[in-house]
């Protein structure tokens, strides 16, 4: 009786030691989640920041060259378009935007003039922040103002300019109101990039 007791111990003793070691292997696998998920929130946001920078940057690169008091006659020019292209967010190079109109690259320039839109739907999914609607703006009217340029230059459609300049200044306004808020920083500093 007296062994038999010594055993129900021990059972017992075995049985809270594996309950305890389990315990804390669900406790660590826990926290390895919680900081797994906070790394790949830190990458895309950062990822999504250097993007908008990119894109931000390239638009006030194109915007230094129009003259708007010129009836935008610059504004379509293939040289100057390849400032808003021609970086590693949309990777449009110059060879590529002079084919506008042509059957066999219209797609694909759709698609890639379609990412700032896409980059605007993801910064709501990893940014709890009611400041990004401006930038998301941007993103959208970056996207809008490719699209709209495109589609001119494909139809080439009498009174398609008014379109375009429409689109441009949509894109101007929405840019100038991310640098007067300086909501890039802002973000950073949110997610703790750079500082």
């Known amino acids: 009786m007296v062994e038999a007791s010594i055993a129900d111990w021990l059972s017992a ?6 309950l305890l070691f ?9 926290k390895q989640t919680k900081i797994n998920n ?24 194109y915007q230094l060259e129009i003259d708007k008091d010129d009836n935008y006659s610059k504004m379509l020019v293939i040289n100057n378009l390849v400032r808003l292209t021609d970086n590693e967010i ?11 109109g042509k059957e066999n690259n219209e797609k694909q ?13 993801e910064l709501s999914f990893v940014f709890e922040n009611n400041k990004i609607g401006p930038l998301q703006i941007f993103l959208q009217n970056y996207s809008n103002f490719l699209i709209s340029v495109s589609f001119y230059k494909k139809t080439a459609l009498l009174g398609g300019i008014d379109v375009v300049k429409t689109d441009f200044n949509k894109l101007y306004e929405s840019w100038d109101k991310v640098q007067e808020i300086a909501i890039l920083t802002s973000l950073e500093k949110e997610t703790k990039i750079f500082y």
Do not use: D, G
């Open 90 to 100: 949309i990777e449009v190079k110059l060879n590529l935007l002079s084919e506008i």
């Open 22 to 30: 389990s315990t804390i292997a669900i406790y660590q696998n826990n």
């Open 38 to 61: 906070r790394q790949f929130l830190f990458k895309k946001r950062f990822e999504l920041l250097k993007a908008c920078h990119i894109l931000t940057n390239s638009f006030s690169s």
């Open 109 to 121: 320039l759709e698609k890639c003039f379609r990412i700032p839109k896409e980059l605007s739907e």
């Open 13 to 18: 003793i075995a049985a809270l030691v594996a």
